[in-house]
């Protein structure tokens, strides 16, 4: 007799049903999200700001090809090219309001839910707390990617209509036509959400350590700009590599020609280490807390 048939037929349906209750619940968790007037409205403020940096240009320079100096990088490209306010509106964005978006989610997540008391009714059914640590994980990831997307998809709409469109010129001085460019935008945005894995883990780990979701938001926002804020003094410039904003900018490099990998692949690289530090704190705290309310 094989060990399937020894096994007992409800041994394998317990599994399949925590399987199909975990997608469930990853599925319930991304709709419920996004479906928050909180959360449309972080989206709206972002897809506001490529609005706003395209008229403050376009009012700057008169449309002339000139341009104020000043500003975030590529800002003087703007006026030549409308792609390059997608690069602009990615640089300006993510110091602050794409990381801060991301809090305010991630530090929702669980400290939210526990809050209002919704927490242990979730925690009743068969996914388990693993599974549902895991589910708020990936929908703050979801998140930072449709975050990237409105402001880079904004950036691209408003650039089409107040600038001209066409070939690229490159950081390195290479000319690359529109298509390839496009791609590159693309890779950039999807360089700048995973740049947001790290803040995405530290603020679910805050948002086990609390019940009040505002507390959690509050705490992670914090904590974000504090960071940003060691890493700007140079005489911390020892520690200043281990930060997980350090490397932010180094989306710029995938403008170059040849590319140069060396800083995006460091930021990757810390990006994954805070998660795995931050999102192992999370489960640690998480899996031995006690929801009583």
Known sequence: MSRAEAAPAGATAVPAAARRWGLSLLISEVTTTFR?????????????????IGIAVRIETGGDGGHGGGGPAFISQVTNNGLFLVFTSLAA???????????????????GEAGSGTLRYLLVAPAGRTRLLFA?????????FAATLVVAVSALAVG????????????????????????????IAVVVALSLVGVAALGLFVSTLTNSGVAAMATTVGLL????????FPQLSAIQPYLFPHYWLSFADLLRDPVLWDQVLRNLGLQALYAAV????????????????
Do not use: H, N
Request: include cysteine.
């Open 278 to 293: 931050f999102g192992s704190a999370a489960w640690a705290r998480f899996t031995a807390k006690d929801i009583t309310v």
């Open 36 to 52: 928050r007037w909180r959360t449309l409205a972080l989206l709206g403020v972002l897809a506001a700001v490529p609005v706003l």
């Open 136 to 144: 708020k994980y990936a929908t703050t990831m979801a998140f930072c």
């Open 225 to 232: 700009i504090t960071v940003q804020i060691l890493d700007q």
């Open 93 to 111: 964005t993510l110091p602050f309001f794409l990381p801060m978006a991301i809090g305010v989610i991630a530090g929702d997540s669980v400290a």
């Open 160 to 187: 089409a209509l107040l600038f001209p469109l066409g070939e690229v010129t490159l950081i390195s001085g290479t000319t690359i036509g529109f298509g390839e460019g496009l791609l590159r935008a693309l890779a």
